[in-house]
């Protein structure tokens, strides 16, 4: 029994054999993928990632430093332009301009008693011109009067500068004395709030910013900031349309414009990190609860080919350009050429094309084929091993695996 069952498992292998053998008869070469070269509409895009943030915000830092007060706001408060944020103490600030206005005062009055002696000195000049011109009095007396006139008339002038420099001292001590009451600038809501009443506000000294103490953002127009790679940022044009996703309102999708495109790279941690350009991106229909911060992707579309002829991204490889006999190498001439294998006659044959705009999944093709062709597009390996006129035929496994994908 058991000699007869190992028999039929021996026949059983054989047949199978026999009939692999069968069915890959006559297919000789490299298995392969194919697709008919046709037209389609190409959409390109460029995806990059960033941040939420308002379109207008106001970072609030001190002018004057000191310990925070009052503090009326959180975060998450609503403001109008003008409401009152916070006071840093005034008592400084207060005594400062109070110093310098009595000493606005006591110039006003210096310059007073000034004026009344230059008028004096003049009153005398004349007088001693005059008894001067009918011989009463010496010429030292009239010099004596004309010597005492320029004086007072400095001294009045002198002081008159003196009471200008007072004021404008005044001026600024009042400047820096309404500093210390802080504002809101515009309308919008309390999106950070980085000091508690009680704490030290600093300002910035040379290139050493100061503490940024609330942030106020209109979140009623927000926009997306996002880091666009250096090979992708040409393709970047103001107006564009784009596609905007938020990690925070999964499955929706946000209609974008593109309103800014950087000129200078952004600056960089490390000299590791990719170059990128900042590219900030409008959205215009943002949910009402949005809030700065969130994290974004955004598509953005750069162009667009209707009706176009296109073969798969993957059909396309690069081919070393084989010199004529006897010809030289140009050093400055290209040493390779784009192109796609088509499947003729059961051979491979390169095929150079010209590539215009790139899609998702596929290329335009401005030249070199016409429609109709079949491109080989896989696998990955056999394309790049693959030479002209090698053997192929079509990989009907991958076919059969395509129809029990969609029966299922």
């Known amino acids: ?106 110039m006003a009055h210096d310059l007073e008693t000034a004026r009344a002696r230059a008028a004096q000195a003049r009153s005398d000049f004349r007088r001693a011109e005059a008894n001067r011109q ?14 005492a006139l320029s004086t007072a008339e400095a001294t009045a002038l002198a002081v008159q500068r003196r009471l200008d420099q007072a004021r404008a001292d005044l001026a600024g001590a009042k400047d820096l004395l309404s500093k210390s009451t802080i504002k809101a600038p515009m309308d919008g809501i309390v999106t950070a709030k980085r000091i508690e009443q009680g704490e030290t506000a600093v300002i910035g000294v040379q290139n050493q910013a100061g503490t940024v103490l609330l942030t106020i953002s209109d979140m009623s127009k927000v926009e997306a900031e996002m880091e666009v790679d250096e090979a992708s940022i040409p393709n970047v044009k103001l107006g564009q349309e784009a596609q905007v996703r938020i990690d925070a309102y999964p499955n929706q999708l946000f209609k974008g414009e593109v309103t800014e495109v950087g000129g200078s790279p952004i600056l960089k941690a490390s000299t590791n990190e990719a170059i990128k350009f900042k590219v900030k991106v409008w959205i215009k229909n943002p949910p009402l609860s949005i809030k700065p911060g969130l994290s974004a992707q955004a598509d953005i579309f750069t162009g667009f080919r209707e009706n176009a002829l296109a073969v798969p991204l993957q059909a396309l490889v690069m081919k070393e350009i084989k010199l004529k006999p006897g010809e030289k190498r140009d050093p400055l001439a290209p040493r390779e050429e784009e192109g796609v294998y088509l499947m003729d006659k059961g051979k491979a044959r390169f095929q150079a094309v010209k590539t215009g705009m790139l899609g998702d999944l596929n290329v335009e093709i401005l030249g070199g084929l016409k429609g109709g062709e079949q491109v080989i597009t896989g696998p990955f390996k056999a394309l790049r091993e693959l030479k002209d006129e090698d053997p192929v035929h079509l990989d009907k496994s991958k076919k059969k695996d395509e129809k029990s994908d969609e029966r299922k």
């Open 1 to 106: 029994m058991k000699k007869k069952y190992v028999a039929l498992l021996a026949c059983g292998v054989v047949l199978a054999v026999v009939v692999g053998v069968l069915a890959t008869r006559g297919e000789k070469g490299q298995a392969v993928l194919l697709a008919t070269v046709a037209r389609e509409n190409i959409t390109a895009k460029v995806s990059a990632n960033g941040k939420v943030q308002a379109v207008k915000k106001v970072d609030i830092s001190a002018n004057v430093m000191g310990q925070v007060t009052r503090l009326a706001v959180q975060e998450g408060d609503a403001v109008k332009a003008g409401d009152f944020l916070l006071e840093i103490d005034p008592v400084r600030s207060r005594a400062a301009a109070q110093g310098l206005d009595a000493n606005r005062e006591a």
């Open 134 to 147: 009918a011989g009463i009095i010496a010429q030292s007396d009239f010099e004596q009067a004309r010597t």
